[in-house]
């Protein structure tokens, strides 16, 4: 066998292993390679047609030989290159910013989203039920998770200001969220009953709605009757 022809093999592999061991990350380098090899190309492709103007047999001689030689050195190397990027597990790496814009990079990177707010203020306040009772205010400001619903917020806001306890264990009042009254607080019942579902979020409670609670005192009145005239639409009855 021609020791010439062992070439091939050489050339296929010095491309295998350039593919297969390169750093992708740099770009540039490799199209620095394949610009001066077309350039080599193109002058002997130049060479051939200056030697076939001016009548140059040296000039055609070399520029023959040259391309003879280059073209397929590298096809050679070209076809071992492609085989070899197949094998190559390096990743590209972005290019860096310039210099002087790496801190404005950086903190659009590392800049906190926007926090989340996960609980919400509520103004509370309840009505009085004698002169000696306006001593004190009674209005507070109550913070509560916005995934409670309606309950667990009437049960916040009475914990925050609570009612007044009424002689004879008798006194209704009325709930209003952002001036729409919404349920009924007996003192003679274990806990309030509401004329909107008990589980509805506060974000339906609160649409179109300011985020205000209070706690309007009906005196006496039977309260069984006030919730079945607030759940039905129609007059409540008389306070006095």
């Known amino acids: 066998m021609n020791r010439y022809y062992l070439t091939i093999p050489v050339l296929l592999a010095v491309g295998f292993a350039y593919g297969a061991l390169r750093n992708r990350a740099r770009q540039t380098k490799r199209m620095l390679v394949w610009v001066i090899v077309i350039l080599l190309l193109g002058i002997c492709c130049v060479g051939l047609l200056l030697a076939g103007v001016t009548g140059s047999a040296t000039l055609g ?41 790496e801190a404005a990079a950086g903190s659009r990177v590392t800049q906190p989203a926007e926090p989340i707010n996960s609980t919400l203020t509520v103004n509370v306040d309840r009505d009085s039920v004698a002169a000696g009772d306006d001593a004190d205010p009674h209005a507070v400001v109550v913070t509560v998770p916005v995934a409670s619903n309606v309950a667990e917020l009437v049960a916040a806001c009475l914990r925050g200001c609570p009612l007044a306890s009424i002689s004879g264990d008798k006194a209704t009042w009325l709930i209003d969220v952002g001036g729409t009254c919404v349920g009924v607080i007996a003192q003679q019942w274990p806990r309030p009953q509401f004329v909107v579902p008990e589980d509805l979020s506060l974000t339906h409670l609160f649409a179109g709605r300011s985020q205000n ?10 309260p069984d009757a006030v919730f079945v005239a607030l759940r039905d639409g129609l007059p409540l009855p008389p306070r006095y």
């Open 61 to 101: 001689w070399l520029s023959g030989l040259s391309l003879m030689v280059l073209f397929p050195v590298v096809m050679l190397l070209g076809i071992g290159f492609v085989i070899g990027s197949f094998f190559n597990r390096s990743k590209s790496v972005p290019p860096s910013p310039p210099i002087g814009h």
């Open 213 to 222: 609670v209070h706690f309007r005192y009906w005196n006496q009145v039977d």
